[in-house]
């Protein structure tokens, strides 16, 4: 599935601000964007499978419930990354 | 560090990235590299003296969690390690996450490719491969935290764990910080610890006696006298000689209208009763900048019984700046030279054990870290 990629992550993937990846839930999905860019999962999941206080992560244009969210090829994951503060 | 001789280079944790200033030989000319990973927040940059080439940088961003990235070539290319400090997955995804790795520290000089990380929240990791994976040291995350968390509660901030000290005499001898916490010592390599807090102030507390929940800013151990440690604690400036176990203020002999408040301590690398702070404002409301906006070094050179006041080249008024715990560092140079970052991005140095300062470097961001190493 398309999954769309927020600049600060563009280290891990060259630049690429659509990649493709695999997976039947979200959490799935992230497991398989860290395969092919190492380290990426770690900066916007913590060691407890909760999502970072600056990143949101949206199915379809709608809030991800959960890591556990089912997905189809046919969604579109996209990871925003929003900061506050100076 | 390297020998007496040679050229000095200086590397720069800042609030939005990191700098490296390579100095000439006399310690005048500096050529600046950088800013590295621009945005990141370098809380610490330090060398691998064992192999004076590696360097770790504890670095995270605003949005992303919290990583350590490596250089093998004194800082021209780096990568992110493959497991960073994290704790252990609770089953029931309610456990502690590391939020920003704080400290980093090479373990004893005989064990090549070894290092400490202090985090916040509170925790301790080790790694045995260059920093390339990461591992709790369980006798502190699972041992003693749990005692110290039911202790001190919950810190707004969030505490944070620095100061890993070695000694040179034993890599299974160590001493940490944590603010807020106290001072910790193990001598098994980490599976026990005991606190180490006696005589140290704590008027913060309901219990100014407690043994737990104490507040070092910076413990330094003397590598030449590792019985010698020095602390600055949010409650003053203090001195302990192993085996003794009681902590002595000598902060007292610092001037009233200066105080003993302050995040750095600096050691002379060959002369253990040689110190340098850099006192800041802990009065009422913790201003913590300059005292009267006139900023100071303070040195002693008889362990504290006596300090000396080392203003020449700074501003006389209206400086209202600071130096963080990880900011103030000497090289080892004959004389010594002394360095350090502000809060308001300026790098100032003496290359006369601090008689006379001059700024390096200005307009940078808010500086978190700085450390003089002589690049193999």
């Known amino acids: 599935m398309r999954v769309v990629i927020p600049s600060p992550l563009f280290s891990y993937t060259s630049g690429q601000r659509e990649v493709d990846a695999r997976g039947t839930c979200v959490g799935d999905v992230l497991r398989d964007l860290d395969a092919h860019y190492p380290g990426m999962r770690h900066r916007i999941i913590d060691e407890q499978d909760r999502v970072r206080p600056h990143i949101r992560l949206f199915v379809n244009g709608e809030a ?17 990354a929003a900061l506050s503060g100076g | 560090m390297g020998m007496a001789s040679e050229a000095v280079t200086l590397l720069i944790g800042t609030r939005k990235g990191a700098f490296i200033y ?15 990973f621009l945005g990141n927040v370098v809380n610490h940059l330090v060398l691998d003296q064992r ?11 605003g949005h992303l969690g919290p990583t350590v990235f490596r250089s093998l070539d004194a800082g021209y290319t780096w990568v992110e390690a493959k497991r960073p400090p994290m704790f252990r997955k609770t089953e029931d995804g309610t456990g502690r996450a590391v939020e920003s790795v704080f400290w980093l520290s090479p373990a004893h000089a005989s064990q090549a490719g070894a290092w400490y990380a202090g985090t916040a929240p509170v925790g301790l990791f080790c790694s045995a491969d260059g920093g390339e994976t990461w591992d709790e040291v369980g006798g502190f995350n699972d041992g003693l935290f749990p005692t110290i968390k039911h202790a ?3 810190v707004p901030d969030g505490s944070l ?20 916490g106290g001072v ?21 507390l309901p219990d100014g006696d407690a043994e737990l929940g104490h507040d070092p800013h910076t413990l330094a151990l003397h590598p030449l006298k590792p019985s010698r440690l020095y602390q600055q604690n949010h409650c003053g400036i203090y001195r302990l000689d192993r085996p003794g176990v009681e902590w002595r203020r000598i902060g007292r002999a610092m001037p009233k209208d200066v105080g003993d408040i302050g995040f750095p301590v600096v050691l002379h690398p060959r002369d253990p009763d040689c110190v340098w702070v850099f006192p800041m404002d802990g009065t009422e409301v913790w201003p913590r900048v300059s005292p009267g906006g006139k900023p100071a070094a303070y040195r002693t050179r008889d362990g504290g019984e006596s300090w000396q006041r080392q203003d020449r080249g700074f501003p006389k008024e209206q400086a209202w700046w600071t130096v963080k715990r990880q ?40 500086i978190y870290s700085v450390s003089a190493v002589a690049l193999a």
């Open chain 2, 184 to 204: 910790f010592e193990t001598s098994d390599g980490g599976a026990s610890w005991r606190p180490l807090n006696r005589g140290v102030e704590a008027n913060f």
């Open chain 2, 161 to 180: 764990l620095h100061s890993v000290c070695v000694d040179p005499q034993d890599a299974r001898h160590l001493y940490i910080g944590l603010s807020t």
């Open chain 2, 22 to 36: 390579r100095g000439d030989a006399a310690r005048r000319k500096w050529s600046v590299e950088g800013p590295h």
């Open chain 2, 51 to 61: 192999d004076g080439r590696t360097l770790l940088m504890a670095a995270k961003t």
């Open chain 2, 327 to 366: 900011a103030f560092c000497a090289d080892v140079r004959d004389p010594v030279g002394l360095y350090f970052g502000t809060t308001s991005g300026e790098i100032w140095a003496s290359i006369d054990e601090g008689e006379s300062w001059s700024c390096i470097a200005a307009h940078l961001p808010h």
């Open chain 1, 64 to 80: 991800a419930s959960s890591l556990r969210q089912p997905l189809a090829d046919s969604d579109e994951l996209v990871i925003v």
């Open chain 2, 152 to 154: 001190v509660g919950d």
